[in-house]
């Protein structure tokens, strides 16, 4: 079992809509949750990190955390053309850092 | 927020040569600094963790002698490819662990494009 699994997409949606990227991770032992986004031939950026449950929001952005369900999910409100990249899930527990595969979002004007 | 740079952002070699590439975080402090390698379209791949004053720790299947992995000071890590094949030309990008760090978080640098002749 992969210890982040992401849907590879693609996901597709039109301009000004939200976007809902999902993660799922199988170690109930993993402690930080990222998001980092990577356009196309350049490296990833990060965007949010959560650890606790809930919601946590900045600007468009919302990164939701439900340990009990070992799911982690970003949503992209207002979504811009500008949003299309590969979206990247990462746990960390201990010393350890895992990547999902990514999820490709394109955003249609 | 924290930066890493990288050095050369891209760099052409014919085969058979030996490629160096330069890993710094310029306003942290990064104890451990990681090294991946992607191909086009393909997922991120780790390769090694790299600790300040201690050998790197490689994934399984990564050639240490050919990867040669330095990390001399908090700010500096090197990745050496030695003897470069074509099949060598990727992608690699440095990441860094600011210290200290709650959350385990890791701040990429901007990536190498190595193309190998």
């Known amino acids: 079992q992969k210890e982040v699994e992401q849907n590879s997409g693609p996901l597709s949606v039109p301009e000004g809509a939200i976007a809902s990227l999902n993660c799922t991770y199988s170690?109930?032992?993993?402690?930080?949750f990222f998001w980092y986004r990577q356009y196309s031939g350049k490296s990833p950026e990060l965007i949010m990190f959560i650890y606790s449950n809930g919601d946590k929001e900045d600007g468009r952005f919302t990164a939701q955390l439900n340990k009990a369900s070992q799911y982690v999910s970003l949503l992209i409100r207002d979504s811009q053309p500008s949003d299309s990249a590969t979206y990247l899930c990462?746990?960390?527990?201990?010393?350890?850092?895992?990547f999902g595969t990514g999820t490709s979002l394109t955003v249609i004007p | 927020g924290a930066v890493v740079s990288q050095h050369p952002s891209r760099v052409i070699c014919k085969s058979g040569t030996s490629v160096k590439i330069e890993c710094r975080s310029l306003?942290?402090?990064?104890?451990?600094m990681f090294w991946y390698r992607q191909f086009p379209k393909q997922s991120l791949m780790l390769m090694a963790t790299?600790?300040?004053?201690?050998?790197?720790?490689?994934e399984q299947g990564v050639e240490k002698d050919k990867f040669l992995i330095n990390h001399a000071s908090l700010t500096l890590s090197t990745l050496t490819v030695t003897s470069a094949h074509p099949e060598d030309s990727s992608f690699y990008i440095c990441?860094?662990?600011?210290?200290?760090?709650?959350?385990?978080?890791?701040?990429f640098g901007p990536g190498t494009r190595l193309t190998v002749l």
């Open positions: 990441s860094a662990r600011s210290l200290p760090s709650s959350y385990n978080e890791q701040f």
């Open positions: 170690d109930r032992g993993s402690q930080s």
């Open positions: 990462a746990v960390s527990r201990g010393n350890q850092f895992y």
């Open positions: 306003d942290f402090q990064a104890t451990t």
């Open positions: 790299s600790n300040e004053g201690s050998k790197a720790t490689y």
